[in-house]
């Protein structure tokens, strides 16, 4: 009897293993998203994204929590600390709420880094900074800001004498290098006019057409569901808004499309380079987009991720509402209909800036293109990389809107600079930032203001 009764525990314990074994097997080996599986399969209570009025403006929040009493003095992220530690010493509910929401998703701290400078050097940095006294005295002992995202871990580390560099510039200009290489990439383009037609690939359900833009497959995939949303315009740095919104709308068909015949991919995303030194490998407007299987891919699922413990530790509060009304208390965003520009806080470079909105429509393609003129015709910016995702395809199933259509666009280094815009501080520890996000703030909200006139 006892001997029976080992066997059965032995073969209890072996079917138990092997049940284990299948599972790892299922979930690991084969890479199946066993965390994402879990995290589905949770009953979420999530507020649902909306972009609302700002029930009380950035002025509001200058004079009542910040202490800020002139209207017309300029914010500064050096400031920040101090308009924090203003706020949390106010008994305002208002300002109490925006100092626990800032502390809930960032981290502030404030250094300084002393320097030790020899005479000699001394007077090669007054060459520098022309005898500028009050740069001199800056560079001795440096200020820091530190702005970490405990939920997506992106970070900012902002000094301002890091804009103060001395830079290799090229003798021409950015301009007629710009113009240069429009004109002389139209000659053999494969995307102009008809060329494309038998010069690129198709997807596997056929070519989707509208009257400004076309797909064609990319003949070299970084994923299953992988195409391009083609422009017929081929310069990438004039369109029109309507050029940009033609190009999107055919984007959600074909994800609607592909989605339709693979519902296991979900996860809509897209980006967008224009010009060679922002890794474009044809000058002509197109778009990459792809649909991720079950998951985004790494960056935006980190995001999603921290979004979703922002949820559990926070009960259920949407991470990006709360994103979105520090920003516009801080006075880093621009209204643009139902969406929000925002020149948020952790960019990866100095010149990026995001959009946040609820849908991808019309508000969304004007925002764009408002970012475009002022960058490109006032800012003399003739560069950028931007990244997309859309709320999954399946999202009206889940419990709560967790994200959003979230744009980020970089406008990256001078296209003739000799020195690269990435390093290895940007791409393995955090994004050092050179340039005030106020100063880029008021830039873009005077170009946008002129142009809504």
């Not at 599972?23 to 965390?35: H, T, W």
């Not at 995202?149 to 001395?166: A, C, G, I, K, Q």
């Not at 600079?417 to 873009?444: A, C, E, F």
Request: net charge positive; aromatic share 12%.
């Amino acid at each position: 009897m006892q001997s029976r009764r080992l066997q059965l525990m032995c073969l209890l314990f072996i079917i138990t293993f092997c049940v284990v074994i299948s599972i790892y097997q299922y979930y690991f080996v084969l890479n199946l998203p066993l965390q994402s599986t879990l995290l589905t399969s949770t009953k979420l209570k999530n507020d649902k994204f909306r972009i609302l009025p700002n029930e009380y403006s950035s002025i509001w929040f200058k004079k009542n929590c910040f202490k800020i009493k002139q209207r017309s003095d300029n914010l500064a992220v050096g400031n920040i600390p101090k308009y924090l530690n203003n706020a949390r010493l106010s008994t305002n509910q208002i300002c109490q709420d925006f100092v626990q929401k800032f502390d809930a998703i960032f981290r502030l701290e404030e250094i300084h880094g002393p320097l030790k400078i020899s005479p000699v050097y001394l007077q090669k940095i007054n060459q520098y900074f022309n005898k500028d006294a009050k740069l001199v005295e800056q560079i001795k002992n440096q200020r820091i800001i530190k702005i970490y995202n405990r939920h997506t871990h992106e970070e900012m580390l902002y000094n301002y004498m890091r804009s103060r560099r001395p830079q290799t510039k090229s003798e021409q200009s950015a301009e007629t290098y710009t113009l240069q290489l429009m004109e002389e990439s139209k000659k053999n383009c494969d995307f102009c006019g008809k060329n494309y037609l038998n010069s690129t690939a198709e997807d596997a359900f056929g070519r989707l057409e509208h009257s400004l833009s076309y797909t064609a497959a990319n003949t070299f995939k970084y994923d299953r569901w992988h195409t391009l949303i083609v422009s017929r315009n081929h310069d990438t740095l004039h369109l029109t808004e309507d050029e940009i919104g033609d190009m999107f709308k055919l984007a959600q068909e074909w994800f609607q499309k592909a989605y339709s015949i693979e519902s296991m991919y979900t996860c809509p995303e897209m980006i967008w380079d224009a010009m060679p030194k922002s890794g474009a490998s044809q000058v002509h407007t197109h778009l990459q987009v792809s649909l991720g299987y079950d998951i985004y891919y790494g960056n935006i699922e980190r995001i999603r991720q921290g979004a979703r413990l922002y949820a559990q530790m926070n009960n259920g509060k949407n991470y990006f509402n709360d994103y979105v009304y520090i920003h516009q208390a801080l006075g880093l965003t621009i209204p643009i209909g139902n969406v929000r520009i925002i020149i948020h806080l952790t960019p990866i470079k100095d010149l990026e800036v995001m959009i946040l909105g609820e849908r991808l429509e019309k508000d969304f393609y004007e925002a764009l293109n408002l970012i475009f003129r002022v960058f490109v015709d006032d800012l003399n910016e003739l560069s950028f990389s931007l990244g997309m995702h859309l709320p999954p395809m399946n999202e009206s199933n889940a419990n709560g809107h967790e994200m959003p259509v979230s744009c980020r666009l970089l406008f990256r280094n001078p296209v003739t600079n000799l020195r690269g815009d990435m390093n290895g501080l940007d791409l393995y520890t955090s994004s050092v930032i050179g340039k005030d996000r106020y100063v880029l703030y008021r830039q873009l909200k005077e170009g946008i203001t002129k142009r809504q006139k």
